[in-house]
Every structure is written in structure tokens, then in C-alpha cells.
């Protein structure tokens, strides 16, 4: 995957509690073969009416805001395992989502896919939404390698925390599957080995 | 100090440790379907990876399959390509696909169990979030992306952090007319749509021991709707019970060792969990959601509560009210299907309270079995004929309405009771109003067309 070390960017808010990876991404886009093109149909539901035409009252609607980071409502990426959502984001120009509370599996896919889900408590997301909402070019900075989220100009900062090996994988742009491949010796080992296993195995 | 079930099958499953965080975890099962598979399988051959154990990976084309008239080319371009790819896919590397029109075709958290292809004590995996239905076996089983999807085809192995335990206790015996899927939607609206996240769940108590393998798959079906990364019951006689004689559960000697070592699964006395819940069943009625997230549920017969406008956006997707009570409110969907609720027992359920009754006439009601071997039983039974006469329509295997990703999609605007599990905004269709309930309370709505207790019409 793409590296991920900082970034400096305007944010843009979405303070909507438990968002969905339908809202994300609706499930009759999930049909393509490819891990490209999901972008177009990012909060689809959100962005168009049923007649294709864009709702002028959602964010991603207005020209005002702009960034590679989103700032969202408490328990973003509930419901389904689609990874197809963290690639939507990715593809839509996100790198960062700022929220108090993370759905466990959307978590997972974002950190797979060089998208950094950033938890911080919910006063700093509330800080950062009147900051955003005062001066919608407001910047904010995201220091993976430090952990710090920070507004330069008012010099809002909360630190985040992050696995070290996931930390390491995003830094480097290490995916996964190439550590676990090392790892094939020692997984026949454990086939061998395991107590339990002859009775799981399927006829 | 003794150990949690989830420890104890984590532990065994431990092939390396990558720092005190995260494990190596061996798969032992994994499940596939179009949906979730297209991606992974083209990273593999992108590196020249080989799907590592594919006898320990099972198949099957849900998401996105026509419910009607299966045994025809899949009209939708995209849909026929997706499913193409998985059987040309599953060709290519060697894995078992029980493709439209198989006799052990349907949802992949249907036939597994039914083929006994899920056993206790196992990690199983797949790229769908309801994966935790295969907990009801006394199993770790969770939903994956897609990137992990690959990880198990390269490796059989995931790298994991293991989540902390909660227990949810429930004591007593269910009322008449409540079931499995009024117990999980009761502890959801309990616990909160995030209330378990980061935990894996195990379910235990009197209420929980006393339920068929079906009503356990119900109950842990929905464990991801409150956050948690899975959820399982210990393993019993009435697990061996169902599992003796499946397809693929073991044979001969091999029934009795296995029968030994899933006995030895269950919590410790003496273990500590890291949060622990009680309930009572007979606290539980049956249970109807009215917002746009699961937890947002009451019991039939209750008010709308008033959360002083923190859930306005939902009530206006919703077009209810704080309040207002859902009984009586006119609807025209009503689904019986899905993952949760779309096994034999369930269709039986349906049966019962339809049998000599005919849905209103303004109603659309339709049933989709969770697998062709659910389809031929219910036929057996002599249950399709009470469906037809009722005005019910009963198809063919696939998720469905579940979340709308093939035609059948509620309108907009509309209401649908649904015995699936997700009530987002949209999830059946856009502008779709779903309403969550048990197979017994939907079948008692599409009879009298508009929400009842269905305890009205079976006592």
C-alpha cells in the first residue's frame, strides 16, 4: 500500500453519529470486480437524489470544503465488513478519518489500505468541528510518526494512539500478506503440530 | 484462574506472535462468496500466490443472485460478472463452489452449518460481517475485509488482535410468542450499537442453553450490530445432536474424539471476563425497531421514546415521531429471509401463525429460504403449499432484501418488516424504511397488514 507519514490538509465535517458503510458505500456499487472506481459512488445516497442530481445541503456538495481529512460523528464504519468503503474514501482523495470510536472491522480495512483512522476523544473532535466550522480552510496537521493531531493555528493538539506494528506497516507501506508469507514455515508447523486440527478437517 | 471459552479456543490457535498486541491466528475454515472474493483472488495471482489450503474454503454466490427464475443466464451485466468471476475463480484454484441451482446452494452462514462444514471449536472467517452466526457452534468467527480475504487465501492465517471478553447472561424462559431474534434485538437495544466493540461475546444462561442450533445462529448472527468482533456459545448436546450425520461433520471414531474435545469447551468457573451482563427473558417481548440502527428497537406494544432530538435524524428518515407507537401503523413490504432468520425452524414459525389465513391484500410479502436445502425441506413439509394459499410468495436461495443489491429492493418511502438485520437508511433500497422483527411478528403484520403483536392472532 501507499505510505503514510503526515499530513497537512483542510478537513472536512461529517458530525454524524454511527455512519454506516452502507452510507459509505451502497451496497448495489459493490459490484465491480476491481478495487477501483468506488470514489464516485462515495456517500452516494447522501451526495444525489434518486434522480442523480446533487443535494445541495451535504457537504461533499459544497466547494467550500475541501481536504484529504474527514472529521466524523462517535462509531464511524459500523455494519458491514465492505472494505469496499475504505476504498471509496481512499480513491475520493482520504487519507485521515478523525473520530471518537471506530467500527472494529472498518478500522482494520482503513489501516490495510493506507487510510489512518485517528481516534481522539470526543471534546477534541467537537474542538475541531467550531474550528472548521469558523474558517472552513482551517488546516490540520496529522503526524503519524509522532502520533499528534494538531491545529497550527490555534495550536489545538491531542496526541492518538496506533499498534506499533501497524504504525510500522503504514510508515513503510508493508502490507500484511508479505510478513505472513514469511511466516509459512512455521504455519505447516503449527498444521503438524496442533492437537485439535485432524478433527476439523473437512472429508 | 480458569479460562474463557474464546481464550481457550484463541490460544489453541496462536501460530506466532507478532508483539503483545497482535497474534498470528490460523484459520481453520473459510468461507467465500462473490461479493467480497473478486479483489483478493486478483492480489493473489497479482503476486503469484497460490490459494494455500483450499479444501478448507467453501464457496457460494449470495449477495447479488436473482431469487426468482435461478436456473437462467443472471440478467444484470455487473451481477453475472461478479458471479462468473467467483466460478471461474474457485475453478482456477481448486475450491468447492456450490453455484446457483446445486442442491447445497444459499447463504454462506446457512449452508455451512446445515453441511456440517462448520464444527465447534474452529476460526472461521469470511467477508461478511454476519460471519459470527457460526459462533452459535461454540466458535471464533468473524467478518473480514477483503485484504484479509487474500491474507487467508495466501497464508490460512491472520494477524489479529485479540479483543477483550463480555458475557451476556440470560436467565429464565422465553413468553409465548417472543423468540431468539426478540432476545438479541432486546440486548442490542441494551448494550447500544457500539456497546461491544473491541469485544468478542460469548452468550450463555438458561434462556440461551434452552435454544435449537437455528435460534442459537439467530441469536449470534447479530453480536456485529452491537460492535463486537464476534459472538459464540458453548457447545452441547443439542450442538452434537444437530451436527451428527451433516454432510461433513465427522464420522465413525472420528464422531466420538471430536465429540470429547468439543465437551471441553466451555468457560471455567473460576475465569474472568472482561464485562459481564445479565437478563431476563421474560423481560423480553416482541421487539420491532423504528429507527435507522438496530439498537433503536422496543418492545411491541411500546411507545417511540423521546431522546430529547438526539435521534431526529433518524425518526425524519423514518417519518415517525417520539411518541407515536408503531402498532397499528399500515404497511405494504413485509421480507422473511436473510442470514438471520431463514432457516427450516423459521419457515415453520411463518407456517404456524399464516395456516389458514390469507395476507392482506395490499401487502407484498415474500419469503427467501437461506438455502436450496431449506427450500426442499419446507416443500416437504407440505409449507410451501400454506405459503401459496396465504398469498405469500416463496423463492429462491440469496441474501436478497437483506440489503437490496439484487432486484428486490422495497420502494422508496416504503415500510418493510424485515426479519434480516440491518435497518439502515437504505439498506433495502434507497429511501427504504426497514423495521426489524422476528419471522412471527412479520408474518402476524402481512396477515393483518399493519404492525400487531403477533401474540393477537396466536393465542
Redesign the interface.
Known amino acids: 500500500m501507499e505510505k503514510f507519514t503526515a499530513i497537512t490538509s483542510s478537513a472536512i465535517p461529517l458530525p454524524?453519529e454511527?455512519i454506516?458503510t452502507?452510507?459509505i458505500i451502497?451496497?448495489?456499487f459493490?459490484?465491480?470486480?476491481?478495487?477501483k472506481g468506488f470514489g464516485e459512488n462515495l456517500f452516494r445516497?447522501w451526495r444525489s437524489d434518486?434522480n442523480n442530481r446533487l443535494k445541495p445541503d451535504f457537504v461533499l456538495n459544497n466547494p467550500q470544503y475541501e481536504g484529504s481529512i474527514l472529521v466524523a460523528g462517535?462509531?464511524f464504519g459500523?455494519?458491514?465488513?465492505?472494505?469496499?468503503a475504505?476504498w471509496a474514501l481512499y480513491d475520493s482523495g482520504f487519507r485521515v478519518v478523525v473520530s471518537s470510536?471506530?467500527?472494529?472491522?472498518f478500522k482494520?480495512?482503513a489501516l490495510?489500505?493506507g487510510l489512518l483512522p485517528v481516534q481522539v476523544t470526543e471534546h477534541f473532535v467537537q474542538l475541531l468541528l467550531q474550528q472548521i466550522s469558523k474558517d472552513p480552510h482551517t488546516k490540520v496537521t496529522v503526524d503519524l510518526h509522532h502520533q499528534l493531531i494538531c491545529v497550527p493555528s490555534t495550536l489545538s493538539i491531542e496526541p492518538f494512539k496506533i499498534?506499533?506494528?501497524k504504525k510500522t506497516c503504514l510508515l513503510n507501506g508493508y502490507?500484511?500478506?508479505d510478513?505472513?508469507?514469511t511466516?509459512?514455515d512455521?504455519?505447516e508447523q503449527?498444521?503438524k503440530t496442533?492437537?485439535?486440527?485432524h478433527?476439523?478437517?473437512?472429508? | 484462574m480458569g479460562k474463557t471459552l474464546f481464550e481457550k479456543i484463541w490460544s489453541?490457535h496462536i501460530?506466532?506472535k507478532?508483539?503483545e498486541?497482535?497474534d498470528?491466528l490460523?484459520i481453520?475454515?473459510h468461507f467465500i462468496h462473490e461479493?467480497?472474493s473478486?479483489?483478493a483472488f486478483?492480489?493473489l495471482e497479482r503476486?503469484n500466490?497460490k490459494v494455500f489450503r483450499p479444501?478448507?474454503t467453501l464457496a457460494t454466490a449470495d449477495?447479488?443472485v436473482p431469487t426468482k427464475d435461478q436456473h437462467l443466464p443472471i440478467a444484470?451485466n455487473?451481477?453475472r460478472?461478479?458471479v462468473n468471476?467467483l466460478t471461474e475463480n474457485c475453478k482456477n484454484h481448486g475450491i468447492t463452489l456450490y453455484e446457483l441451482g446445486h442442491p447445497y446452494h444459499g447463504i454462506v452462514h446457512v449452508i455451512g452449518p446445515e453441511l456440517g462444514?462448520t464444527?465447534p471449536?474452529?476460526t472461521i472467517v469470511c467477508?461478511?460481517?454476519h460471519t459470527s452466526t457460526h459462533g452459535a457452534f461454540g466458535n471464533i468467527a468473524f467478518?473480514?475485509?477483503?485484504?484479509?480475504v487474500?491474507?487467508v487465501f495466501?497464508?490460512?492465517?491472520?494477524?489479529q488482535?485479540k479483543?477483550k471478553t463480555m458475557r451476556i447472561n440470560v436467565e429464565g424462559k422465553l413468553k409465548k410468542g417472543v423468540t431468539a431474534k426478540d432476545i438479541i434485538l432486546y440486548i442490542i437495544s441494551k448494550i447500544s450499537?457500539?456497546g461491544a466493540?473491541?469485544y468478542f461475546v460469548e452468550y450463555a444462561g438458561e434462556a440461551i442453553t434452552r435454544l435449537s442450533m437455528e435460534e442459537r445462529m439467530t441469536v449470534c448472527n447479530m453480536s456485529?450490530e452491537m460492535?463486537a468482533?464476534g459472538g459464540l456459545i458453548a457447545p452441547d448436546e443439542i450442538t452434537f445432536a444437530y451436527l451428527k450425520d451433516k454432510p461433513?461433520a465427522?464420522?465413525g471414531d472420528?464422531w466420538q474424539?471430536?465429540v470429547d474435545?468439543w465437551s471441553s469447551l466451555y468457560t471455567d468457573n473460576d475465569a474472568v471476563l472482561n464485562k459481564e451482563f445479565s437478563f431476563s427473558a421474560e423481560d423480553v417481548e416482541p421487539m420491532i425497531t423504528y429507527g435507522t440502527?438496530p439498537d433503536m428497537a422496543i418492545g411491541i406494544n411500546d411507545p417511540i421514546p423521546d431522546k430529547k432530538g438526539k435521534d431526529a435524524?433518524s425518526l425524519q428518515y423514518m417519518n415517525l415521531e417520539a411518541g407515536a407507537f408503531l402498532k397499528n401503523k399500515k404497511i405494504n413490504w413485509v421480507f422473511i429471509g436473510s442470514c438471520t432468520n431463514s432457516r427450516i425452524e423459521d419457515l415453520r414459525a411463518v407456517a404456524e401463525v399464516i395456516r389458514g389465513r390469507k395476507k392482506a391484500d395490499h401487502v407484498s410479502a415474500f419469503i427467501i429460504p437461506g438455502s436450496s436445502q431449506v427450500r426442499e425441506q419446507a416443500k416437504k413439509e407440505g409449507i410451501e403449499k400454506i405459503f401459496i394459499d396465504a398469498g405469500f410468495e416463496l423463492r429462491e436461495p440469496g441474501c436478497s432484501a437483506c440489503?437490496?443489491?439484487n432486484e428486490d429492493k422495497v420502494p422508496?418511502g416504503e415500510y418493510c418488516v424485515s426479519t434480516s438485520n440491518?435497518n439502515?437508511?437504505?439498506?433495502q433500497g434507497?429511501?427504504a424504511r426497514t423495521i426489524l422483527a422476528s419471522p412471527l411478528t412479520a408474518a402476524a403484520c402481512a396477515i393483518a397488514g399493519k404492525i400487531i403483536d403477533v401474540r393477537e392472532l396466536i393465542n
Do not use: W
Open positions: 454524524v454511527n454506516d452502507d452510507q451502497p451496497a448495489r459493490l459490484k465491480a470486480v476491481e478495487r445516497d434518486e462517535k462509531n459500523i455494519g458491514s465488513s465492505r472494505e469496499h475504505a470510536f471506530f467500527g472494529d472491522i482494520n480495512n490495510n489500505n499498534n506499533e506494528y502490507d500484511d500478506i510478513y505472513l508469507l511466516l509459512k512455521k504455519i503449527y498444521e496442533s492437537e485439535y486440527i478433527l476439523t478437517r473437512t472429508t | 489453541a501460530v506466532a507478532v508483539d498486541n497482535i498470528v490460523y481453520d475454515k461479493v467480497t473478486p479483489q486478483a492480489g503476486k500466490n479444501k478448507q449477495h447479488n444484470d455487473l451481477s460478472s461478479q468471476a462444514f464444527l471449536g474452529m467477508g461478511d460481517s467478518g473480514i475485509g477483503t485484504s484479509e487474500e491474507q495466501a497464508t490460512q492465517c491472520l494477524l488482535s479483543p450499537v457500539g466493540t473491541g456485529i460492535g468482533r461433513f465427522p464420522k472420528q474424539q471430536a474435545y440502527n435524524r440489503l437490496g443489491m422508496q440491518r439502515f437508511e437504505g439498506r434507497p429511501g
